[in-house]
């Protein structure tokens, strides 16, 4: 088959208090990715803010915009007047009272050509997203766009194999996380190195398990703790492009903002699953308890 | 809680075409590790035999043998003098024209604690084991012994996070790959690396995945075609103990037989699954179509 080549670009930024500012970055790096030949570029989760679920505080509810809204205004006219297809995590006002961690994937022509509304939603120390984000309910769903169709997830789902296989078996050409995950200050060196390796190692695992490509966009930067309760959180970067046997393409460091670039040949999925044909073998007729919480 | 810790050993071999020497070889082996302190000891995939499936040829199947039978009697003696768990995957003759891949779980006072019989079944060139082996029918239901619920899978098993995660949910204490995985000698350095380093992405990502640690055993050395067909196999070994963040504990070289060893410290998966709640947050709302071929 022929192969075909797309250009892909992932932008790690660090994020201050200052909406606009963070905009303005953003929108610079945007120009700067598609002057580099980029069809297609993933931004950070919840890309405009600081990862503001460091904390339960009802005020950050205000943060929430709709879908179309500015957001998707300013970056639809972005990119059609790029030709670059662009997934950009907001945080979403649904309705009065129903908030969701979505990512908007808006087309080459600048429409909107779909949305990922989070499926997962952790909640832990630092990371208070249950009080914030209603579960999403559009399903593990890939959206079709110019360059392919999108797998997008976002953070805490990359801890589920099942949510890259749903996007897997529903036809995804290329899987995407965008991330804000970090250390607690306090743990140690080691501790630390074991978070950064497993989140790493799970979704390089999620590109070989579909023979997919995977871009995954993580935050950079310490963010203190708004109450001062905590230590905070030093988002540990390390944003990554990987191809469909996991092989990393390209890496960004762990306290640097950057930008990613890397070239997919998306001919390689279809070789690699004639090589290695995981999809043709999986036992279906024994995976019936994969919808159950327990065996008990 | 206290931290109970196991020590566990894998025996990487290399196999020739005389069962009787496999077999003293492993035994030997056995008593090594039994000496080191191991409670657990895993060998690799059909460790008795070399791996037959790279030709189709019906007389390989004299090879298998029944359960109980004269494999399960000898290490059930053996596992009862030295007091260990022994995990050992035998070509099973269920019948007359029923075959199967299969591990036996022999406990420590030697008695038959359990069987897996291989559920993925792969059909590749070099890899023909759909002509040998009958699809497992027992699910995958982790094995109860005196170290711990044991989820033991095999070898194509391994690129499935279905299996491990179904593994999981059944309440197993540890995942168990053994393995026969190796190289065609024509594939260039870079393929080949990148194959390795996807198996053993993959399993690491299991244990993160389910907070469980992995025992992962593979068989080294070439074995020739039998038929000169085709160019043999370089099994790459490498076989590897790591824990539920998927950092590995050891790790065996590619092209030497050897013997493995590592403290498994228990309490940490309930640690780790507290510390991040994966299993809390699974959407098993959205997941049938974990259950379909694909999504047309």
């Known amino acids: 088959m022929i192969e075909s080549s ?9 994020a201050t208090a200052d909406r606009n500012s963070n905009n303005a970055c953003t929108v610079t790096a945007i120009h700067k990715v598609a002057e580099a030949g980029a069809r297609l570029i993933l931004l950070q989760e919840l890309f405009a803010h600081p990862y503001f679920c460091q904390v339960i505080e009802n005020s950050y509810f205000d943060l929430a915009e709709s879908i179309p809204g500015p957001t998707t205004e300013e970056l639809g006219t972005l990119a059609k007047q790029l030709g670059i297809v662009i997934v950009a995590p907001i ?20 429409t909107l050509a779909g949305k990922y509304r989070k499926m997962h939603i952790p909640d832990d120390p630092g990371y208070y997203e249950k ?20 797998g997008v997830l976002i953070c ?21 996380y965008p991330t804000a995950i970090g250390w607690h200050p306090d743990d140690n060196p080691q501790e630390q190195q074991r978070q950064r390796d497993a989140w790493i190692t799970i979704q390089r695992a999620h ?11 993580n935050r950079t930067g310490f963010e203190a703790d708004p109450s001062n309760d905590k230590a905070g959180i030093q988002f540990w970067g390390s944003s990554f492009i990987c191809g469909p046997q996991g092989e990393i393409l390209a890496q960004a460091p762990v306290t640097e903002p950057a930008i990613l670039l890397a070239d997919l040949a998306l001919g390689r999925n279809e070789e690699i699953r004639k090589n290695w044909p995981f999809f043709r073998d999986r036992r279906i007729d024994a995976y019936a308890d994969l919808a159950r919480r327990y065996s008990d």
């Open 6 to 14: 797309l250009k892909v670009g992932v932008i790690q930024q660090s």
């Open 91 to 110: 945080f979403e006002k649904r309705a009065v009272g129903i908030y969701h961690n979505t990512a908007v994937i808006i087309d080459a022509n600048g």
């Open 131 to 150: 009080y914030y984000f209603t579960p999403g309910d559009l399903g593990f769903k890939p959206v079709d766009t110019a360059v392919g169709r999108l």
């Open 156 to 176: 805490w789902d990359q801890w589920y194999p099942e949510a890259a296989r749903l996007m897997a078996l529903a036809g995804a050409d290329i899987l995407l």
């Open 207 to 217: 590109a070989i398990a579909n023979a997919l490509p995977l871009i995954s966009c």
